[in-house]
Protein backbone atom coordinates (compact mmCIF):
# COMPACT_ATOMS: atom_id res chain seq x y z
CA UNK A 1 0.00 0.00 0.00
CA UNK A 2 1.51 3.11 -0.89
CA UNK A 3 2.35 5.85 1.71
CA UNK A 4 -0.38 8.83 2.15
CA UNK A 5 1.33 11.86 1.90
CA UNK A 6 -0.11 14.28 4.67
CA UNK A 7 -0.04 17.29 2.56
CA UNK A 8 -2.54 15.84 -0.64
CA UNK A 9 -6.31 14.62 -0.46
CA UNK A 10 -6.37 11.14 -0.43
CA UNK A 11 -7.11 9.28 -3.17
CA UNK A 12 -10.59 7.04 -2.46
CA UNK A 13 -10.12 3.55 -2.94
CA UNK A 14 -12.41 1.57 -5.03
CA UNK A 15 -13.29 -1.08 -2.18
CA UNK A 16 -16.94 -1.88 0.32
CA UNK A 17 -17.66 -1.79 3.53
CA UNK A 18 -15.85 -5.26 4.23
CA UNK A 19 -12.83 -6.07 6.56
CA UNK A 20 -10.57 -4.82 4.04
CA UNK A 21 -13.01 -1.07 4.27
CA UNK A 22 -13.09 -1.36 7.96
CA UNK A 23 -9.60 -1.54 8.32
CA UNK A 24 -9.14 1.96 5.94
CA UNK A 25 -11.27 3.03 7.74
CA UNK A 26 -9.15 3.39 11.24
CA UNK A 27 -6.05 4.11 9.13
CA UNK A 28 -7.57 7.19 8.12
CA UNK A 29 -9.16 7.61 11.53
CA UNK A 30 -5.19 7.54 12.57
CA UNK A 31 -4.13 9.77 9.94
CA UNK A 32 -6.76 12.20 10.58
CA UNK A 33 -5.16 11.92 13.65
CA UNK A 34 -2.00 12.58 13.14
CA UNK A 35 -2.28 15.42 11.32
CA UNK A 36 -4.71 16.80 13.43
CA UNK A 37 -1.58 17.22 16.10
CA UNK A 38 0.53 18.82 13.62
CA UNK A 39 -2.16 21.86 12.89
CA UNK A 40 -3.18 20.89 9.09
CA UNK A 41 -7.03 20.77 9.74
CA UNK A 42 -8.34 20.77 6.18
CA UNK A 43 -6.47 17.60 4.92
CA UNK A 44 -6.99 15.83 8.65
CA UNK A 45 -11.05 16.72 8.08
CA UNK A 46 -10.43 14.52 4.50
CA UNK A 47 -9.57 11.73 5.91
CA UNK A 48 -12.00 11.83 8.50
CA UNK A 49 -14.94 12.36 5.35
CA UNK A 50 -12.96 9.48 3.43
CA UNK A 51 -13.60 6.97 6.42
CA UNK A 52 -17.25 8.17 6.68
CA UNK A 53 -17.55 7.50 2.83
CA UNK A 54 -15.89 4.24 3.51
CA UNK A 55 -19.06 3.09 6.14
CA UNK A 56 -21.49 4.63 3.80
CA UNK A 57 -20.38 2.46 0.49
CA UNK A 58 -22.60 0.22 -1.00
CA UNK A 59 -25.20 0.02 2.34
CA UNK A 60 -29.07 0.87 0.86
CA UNK A 61 -29.78 2.81 3.68
CA UNK A 62 -27.51 5.33 5.47
CA UNK A 63 -25.97 3.42 8.18
CA UNK A 64 -25.47 4.36 11.26
CA UNK A 65 -22.25 6.89 11.77
CA UNK A 66 -20.31 4.89 14.81
CA UNK A 67 -20.43 7.96 17.84
CA UNK A 68 -16.72 7.90 18.29
CA UNK A 69 -15.93 9.25 14.46
CA UNK A 70 -19.22 12.03 14.61
CA UNK A 71 -17.23 13.01 17.59
CA UNK A 72 -13.31 13.55 16.00
CA UNK A 73 -15.18 15.21 13.14
CA UNK A 74 -16.89 17.92 15.63
CA UNK A 75 -14.01 18.10 17.52
CA UNK A 76 -11.85 18.69 14.21
CA UNK A 77 -14.54 21.42 13.59
CA UNK A 78 -14.00 23.43 16.82
CA UNK A 79 -10.13 23.06 16.15
CA UNK A 80 -10.16 24.39 13.01
CA UNK A 81 -12.16 27.32 13.57
CA UNK A 82 -10.33 27.82 16.94
CA UNK A 83 -7.03 28.22 14.94
CA UNK A 84 -8.36 30.09 12.25
CA UNK A 85 -9.92 32.47 14.37
CA UNK A 86 -6.81 32.63 16.85
CA UNK A 87 -4.59 33.18 13.32
CA UNK A 88 -6.32 36.56 13.23
CA UNK A 89 -5.48 37.44 16.56
CA UNK A 90 -2.90 39.95 17.77
CA UNK A 91 -0.79 37.77 20.61
CA UNK A 92 -0.28 40.46 22.34
CA UNK A 93 -3.74 41.91 22.36
CA UNK A 94 -6.04 40.06 21.71
CA UNK A 95 -7.41 42.60 18.71
CA UNK A 96 -7.91 41.54 15.23
CA UNK A 97 -4.68 41.97 13.38
CA UNK A 98 -3.05 43.60 10.53
CA UNK A 99 -4.11 40.03 8.20
CA UNK A 100 -7.92 40.86 9.52
CA UNK A 101 -8.26 44.06 9.16
CA UNK A 102 -7.46 43.42 5.06
CA UNK A 103 -9.91 40.92 4.63
CA UNK A 104 -12.86 42.63 6.50
CA UNK A 105 -12.36 46.02 4.78
CA UNK A 106 -12.22 44.22 1.39
CA UNK A 107 -15.46 42.95 2.02
CA UNK A 108 -16.84 45.87 3.54
CA UNK A 109 -15.79 47.86 0.11
CA UNK A 110 -17.89 46.90 -2.79
CA UNK A 111 -16.30 46.49 -6.22
CA UNK A 112 -14.33 49.50 -7.36
CA UNK A 113 -14.45 50.69 -3.72
CA UNK A 114 -18.13 51.57 -3.68
CA UNK A 115 -19.02 51.86 0.13
CA UNK A 116 -22.77 50.14 0.14
CA UNK A 117 -23.38 51.33 3.48
CA UNK A 118 -21.42 53.98 5.83
CA UNK A 119 -18.27 53.07 6.95
CA UNK A 120 -15.75 54.92 9.72
CA UNK A 121 -12.50 54.00 9.65
CA UNK A 122 -10.49 55.51 12.97
CA UNK A 123 -6.58 55.27 13.00
CA UNK A 124 -5.71 55.31 16.65
CA UNK A 125 -2.04 56.13 18.24
CA UNK A 126 -1.30 56.01 21.71
CA UNK A 127 0.51 59.33 22.74
CA UNK A 128 4.17 59.73 23.95
CA UNK A 129 3.90 55.59 24.53
CA UNK A 130 8.32 55.73 24.15
CA UNK A 131 7.71 57.31 27.22
CA UNK A 132 5.83 55.09 28.87
CA UNK A 133 8.26 52.06 27.57
CA UNK A 134 11.87 54.47 28.91
CA UNK A 135 9.83 55.48 32.23
CA UNK A 136 8.01 52.51 33.48
CA UNK A 137 9.27 49.61 31.22
CA UNK A 138 8.32 47.60 28.42
CA UNK A 139 5.78 44.83 30.43
CA UNK A 140 4.69 47.13 31.81
CA UNK A 141 4.09 49.05 28.44
CA UNK A 142 2.64 45.78 27.07
CA UNK A 143 0.11 45.80 29.70
CA UNK A 144 -1.04 49.59 28.78
CA UNK A 145 -1.73 48.25 25.46
CA UNK A 146 -3.52 45.52 26.36
CA UNK A 147 -5.75 48.08 28.39
CA UNK A 148 -6.03 50.10 25.82
CA UNK A 149 -7.28 47.54 23.45
CA UNK A 150 -9.92 46.81 26.33
CA UNK A 151 -11.47 50.15 26.64
CA UNK A 152 -11.26 51.32 22.49
CA UNK A 153 -13.60 47.88 22.44
CA UNK A 154 -16.03 48.79 24.87
CA UNK A 155 -19.53 49.72 23.74
CA UNK A 156 -18.85 49.19 20.38
CA UNK A 157 -21.98 48.42 18.01
CA UNK A 158 -22.69 45.44 16.52
CA UNK A 159 -19.99 44.38 13.15
CA UNK A 160 -17.77 46.86 14.54
CA UNK A 161 -14.24 45.89 15.96
CA UNK A 162 -10.34 46.65 17.10
CA UNK A 163 -7.54 46.00 14.91
CA UNK A 164 -3.84 46.39 15.91
CA UNK A 165 -2.52 47.89 12.85
CA UNK A 166 1.50 48.16 14.09
CA UNK A 167 3.09 48.78 17.27
CA UNK A 168 1.09 51.22 19.09
CA UNK A 169 -1.23 52.02 16.35
CA UNK A 170 -5.22 50.33 16.54
CA UNK A 171 -7.61 50.77 13.77
CA UNK A 172 -11.80 50.98 15.02
CA UNK A 173 -13.73 49.73 11.86
CA UNK A 174 -17.52 50.73 12.23
CA UNK A 175 -19.76 49.79 9.52
CA UNK A 176 -23.39 51.09 9.01
CA UNK A 177 -22.77 53.97 10.75
CA UNK A 178 -23.39 57.81 9.72
CA UNK A 179 -20.95 60.49 10.55
CA UNK A 180 -22.25 61.95 13.55
CA UNK A 181 -22.39 58.38 15.11
CA UNK A 182 -18.75 57.80 14.01
CA UNK A 183 -17.35 60.86 15.80
CA UNK A 184 -19.34 60.08 19.21
CA UNK A 185 -17.98 56.63 19.13
CA UNK A 186 -14.50 57.50 18.50
CA UNK A 187 -14.77 60.44 21.19
CA UNK A 188 -15.77 58.50 23.72
CA UNK A 189 -13.22 55.91 23.39
CA UNK A 190 -10.48 58.72 23.75
CA UNK A 191 -12.11 59.68 26.66
CA UNK A 192 -12.72 56.16 28.24
CA UNK A 193 -8.34 56.10 27.68
CA UNK A 194 -8.12 59.27 28.79
CA UNK A 195 -9.97 59.15 32.55
CA UNK A 196 -8.89 55.49 32.82
CA UNK A 197 -7.04 55.26 36.40
CA UNK A 198 -3.57 54.73 35.42
CA UNK A 199 -2.39 55.54 38.63
CA UNK A 200 -3.39 52.02 39.84
CA UNK A 201 -1.51 50.34 37.22
CA UNK A 202 1.41 52.59 38.33
CA UNK A 203 1.85 55.52 40.04
CA UNK A 204 2.46 58.47 37.59
CA UNK A 205 1.07 56.94 34.90
CA UNK A 206 -0.64 58.71 32.25
CA UNK A 207 -1.97 57.40 29.05
CA UNK A 208 -4.01 59.00 25.64
CA UNK A 209 -4.40 58.40 22.48
CA UNK A 210 -5.04 60.83 19.29
CA UNK A 211 -7.16 59.65 16.45
CA UNK A 212 -8.01 60.43 12.91
CA UNK A 213 -11.11 59.75 11.77
CA UNK A 214 -12.37 58.94 8.20
CA UNK A 215 -15.41 58.27 7.08
CA UNK A 216 -17.31 57.18 3.68
CA UNK A 217 -20.94 57.58 2.80
CA UNK A 218 -22.99 54.88 1.44
CA UNK A 219 -22.74 55.15 -2.27
CA UNK A 220 -26.15 56.21 -3.05
CA UNK A 221 -25.76 59.26 -0.50
CA UNK A 222 -23.03 60.16 -2.47
CA UNK A 223 -23.30 59.48 -6.03
CA UNK A 224 -21.17 62.39 -7.39
CA UNK A 225 -18.22 60.67 -4.79
CA UNK A 226 -15.03 58.65 -6.44
CA UNK A 227 -14.79 55.28 -5.70
CA UNK A 228 -12.67 54.82 -2.17
CA UNK A 229 -10.47 51.67 -1.43
CA UNK A 230 -9.53 50.99 1.55
CA UNK A 231 -5.88 51.80 1.29
CA UNK A 232 -7.66 55.63 0.79
CA UNK A 233 -9.66 55.70 3.62
CA UNK A 234 -6.60 54.57 5.97
CA UNK A 235 -4.56 57.46 4.12
CA UNK A 236 -6.99 59.61 4.89
CA UNK A 237 -7.25 57.91 8.65
CA UNK A 238 -3.67 59.07 8.98
CA UNK A 239 -3.43 62.29 7.49
CA UNK A 240 -6.55 63.15 10.06
CA UNK A 241 -4.20 61.33 13.31
CA UNK A 242 -1.45 63.86 12.04
CA UNK A 243 -3.69 67.40 12.50
CA UNK A 244 -4.68 65.56 15.70
CA UNK A 245 -1.08 64.62 16.84
CA UNK A 246 -0.20 68.96 15.68
CA UNK A 247 -3.51 70.29 17.57
CA UNK A 248 -2.28 69.26 20.74
CA UNK A 249 -2.93 65.68 20.88
CA UNK A 250 -5.20 63.58 23.51
CA UNK A 251 -8.13 64.56 20.36
CA UNK A 252 -9.84 63.12 17.79
CA UNK A 253 -9.69 64.98 14.16
CA UNK A 254 -12.45 64.19 11.72
CA UNK A 255 -13.79 66.03 8.54
CA UNK A 256 -17.66 67.73 8.28
CA UNK A 257 -18.53 70.23 6.02
CA UNK A 258 -15.07 70.21 4.34
CA UNK A 259 -13.41 71.23 7.48
CA UNK A 260 -11.20 69.56 9.53
CA UNK A 261 -12.70 69.86 13.29
CA UNK A 262 -11.64 68.11 16.52
CA UNK A 263 -14.59 66.56 18.66
CA UNK A 264 -15.30 66.83 22.20
CA UNK A 265 -13.09 68.64 24.67
CA UNK A 266 -10.05 69.19 21.70
CA UNK A 267 -13.34 71.58 19.96
CA UNK A 268 -12.32 74.65 21.09
CA UNK A 269 -8.38 74.10 19.99
CA UNK A 270 -6.81 75.70 16.67
CA UNK A 271 -6.91 73.40 14.24
CA UNK A 272 -4.08 72.95 11.39
CA UNK A 273 -4.29 72.26 8.35
CA UNK A 274 -4.01 68.07 7.72
CA UNK A 275 -1.37 67.24 4.99
CA UNK A 276 -3.18 66.70 2.08
CA UNK A 277 -4.32 63.31 0.82
CA UNK A 278 -5.18 62.87 -2.94
CA UNK A 279 -9.20 63.18 -3.49
CA UNK A 280 -10.03 63.84 -0.19
CA UNK A 281 -12.78 66.31 -0.14
Avoid at 14 to 19: F, I, L, P, T
Avoid at 220 to 247: F, N
Wanted: with cysteine; hydrophobic share 40%; glycine share 6%.
Amino acid sequence: MTALQPETAPTQPDVSVDAQGSGLVGVHESIATLLASRGQWRQAYQHLRSALDLVHADQAEEPHVPEQLRREVELLRREHAEAREQSLRDSLTDSYNRRYLDQRLMDLLAEHGACRHGLAIALIDLDWFKQVNDTFGHLLGDRVLQRVVELLQQGLPEGAFCARYGGEEFVLVLPRVDASSSVEIVEAARERVERHAWQDVAPGLRVTVSAGLAYEPPAHEAPERPAVSAEQQLLRADSLLYTAKQSGRNAVAYRADGRVRLAGAASGRRAIAETRVLGYY
